[in-house]
């Protein structure tokens, strides 16, 4: 029965030693200030996947953490912006971007705005001219109840 439970705290130890941040992926290594500068930029252009509404370089998520270090990595392998973006797009889809491109797929990001605007400015226009133009006029029972609940007055 000890042996049981010894070998089971010696994995569950085992799983939290894995589990630790030590085991996580090491940062890059230091680059140069324009390396620096173009990873900043490239970490601007990039949104957070686990925030949405950040950008990697606004997020402290471990994720974007995560995504930054692999920018420096890949900027100190020589990669170009452009080859970066690509990679960060293959593998996340083209949410991944702040400014999404402008193609068949992201037409709804683009356009959709635009197009519930149109459909309210559509409905209000609709609900104005439903609306009668003037009132007809009072009826004389209608005068006359007026004109006493006017007399009746506080």
Known sequence: MRKRISA??????????????A???APSPPLSP???????????????LVCQN???AESNAPLAHDMRNLIRGQLAEG????????FFEDRYGDFVRYD????????????GPFALLAL????????????????PPLTADERARAARYLDSGP
């Not at 089971?8 to 941040?21: D, F, Q, T, V």
């Not at 990669?79 to 690509?86: F, G, P």
């Open 8 to 21: 089971c705290a010696a994995l569950i130890a085992l799983a939290l030693l894995l589990a630790s941040p």
């Open 54 to 56: 950040q950008t990697l």
């Open 100 to 111: 999404p491109p402008f193609k068949p797929v992201t037409w709804l990001l683009w356009l």
């Open 120 to 135: 309210g400015f559509a409905v209000l226009l609709r609900t104005l001219a439903r609306r009668p133009r003037s009132r």
């Open 23 to 25: 085991s996580a992926q």
């Open 79 to 86: 990669r170009s912006d452009a080859q970066i973006m690509r």
């Open 34 to 48: 324009d390396l620096e500068q173009r990873a900043e930029h490239l970490a601007h252009g990039l949104r957070c």
